[in-house]
């Protein structure tokens, strides 16, 4: 899979700029998320460099058997998003199922424009006791990587504004750039 990641990436045309996080088990922010494509990126990354990354999936796509099966397969953890207590719990449990667990997670939240990012993997990263490192996904120069370590304090609103000023510092673009907004 390593290989014909790195081959599928190389076809379309993105460059690496990093390997994988060398924590053993921490949380990976991505950015900018403005199409499930976004996802499909980073996953190839991630592949090619012989990571193997997790992502948070809304417990409906476990429903289906054969969806649920594929979905698993790319690192999908079912999570109920209507309980954000649960899902903390539900995360931080099947981190310490294993030895190894990097979760990517999209701080947006969501594909549309907003604002505000979310900060749940705040909670999950100071509850678990894991650092966060920052990637990206440049459509604009279809550069894929990883940027940085950020520590966590306290306040997360103060790290978030200070997350969000490390993305804008990067002049990212997202494959829709009208939907990604850092501020």
Same mark, same amino acid.
């Given at each position: ?10 076809? +379309?045309?993105?460059? *690496?700029? &990093?390997?994988? *996080? ?20 980073a996953?190839?990354?991630?592949? &090619?460099q012989?990571g193997?990354?997790?992502? +948070? ?5 476990f429903?289906?058997p054969?969806?649920s099966s ?6 999908? $953890?079912?999570?109920? =998003?209507?309980?954000? #207590?649960?899902m903390?719990? &539900?995360? $931080?449990?099947e ?12 701080p947006? #939240?969501? =594909?549309?424009?907003i ?7 705040h909670?999950?990263? &100071?509850?678990a006791?894991i ?8 459509? #604009? ?16 609103n103060?790290?978030?504004?200070? $997350?969000?000023?490390l ?8 494959r829709?750039p009208e939907?990604? $907004?850092?501020?």
């Open positions: 899979m390593q290989k014909l990641s790195a081959w599928l990436l190389r076809v +379309m045309g993105w460059t *690496v700029d &990093s390997g994988t *996080v060398p924590e053993k088990k921490c949380i990976i922010l991505g950015a900018p998320h403005t199409t499930i494509w976004d996802f499909v990126i996953y190839l990354y991630y592949k &090619s012989g193997d990354a997790l992502c +948070m999936v809304k417990q409906e796509f429903s289906v054969v969806l594929i979905v698993k397969k790319m690192g999908g $953890i079912p999570v109920d =998003r209507k309980n954000p #207590g649960k903390v719990r &539900s995360v $931080i449990a981190m310490e199922k294993r030895d190894k667990f990097h979760l990517a997670i999209a947006e #939240g969501t =594909r549309k424009p604002a505000r990012w979310k900060t749940g993997f909670l999950i990263a &100071s509850k006791g650092p966060v490192y920052l990637a990206y996904f440049d459509w #604009g120069t279809k550069h894929v990587g990883y940027k940085c370590k950020v520590e966590l304090t306290d306040d997360a103060a790290d978030m504004r200070r $997350i969000q000023d993305y804008e510092e990067m002049h990212l673009v997202g829709h939907k990604y $907004i850092t501020r």
